[in-house]
Nanobody, 116 residues
Framework: QVEIVESGGGSVQPGGSLQLSCETS????????MGWFRQAPGDQRRLVAFMNRDGVSRVVERVQDRFTIARDNAKSAVYLQMDNLKPEDTAVYYC??????????WGQGTQVTVST
């Protein structure tokens, strides 16, 4: 069974930084895309960023001046660097993996809270 493990969430003050990490047991050769969604209280799950195995990436406009996505294919891992965090970034962040074999799989989510 494919495992997806997220880490790096926590509580920070506005203007702070966090780096989220996500590693999967999925064979890196079968992974198409890895990325992140987030879900704030009372809202739907929304895309934040993704990167495919060729290194093509997208960060949604809302956060693209503050968030950066990176990927390590050798480790089957993806990272989300979040800088200058704002209270509106508070959400549960979910890693996802799209692969040839397993389709889309989700991590368990990691809480990010930005407050004074």
């Amino acid at each position: 069974q494919v495992e997806i493990v997220e880490s790096g969430g926590g509580s920070v003050q506005p203007g702070g930084s966090l780096q989220l990490s996500c590693e999967t047991s999925e064979n890196s050769l079968t992974i198409l895309t890895m990325g992140w969604f987030r879900q704030a209280p009372g809202d739907q799950r929304r895309l934040v960023a993704f990167m495919n195995r060729d290194g093509v990436s997208r960060v949604v406009e809302r956060v693209q001046d503050r968030f950066t996505i990176a990927r390590d294919n050798a480790k089957s891992a993806v990272y989300l660097q979040m800088d200058n965090l704002k209270p509106e970034d508070t959400a549960v962040y979910y890693c996802y993996v799209d692969s040839d074999i397993s389709g889309r799989r989700w991590g368990q989510g990691t809480q990010v809270t930005v407050s004074t």
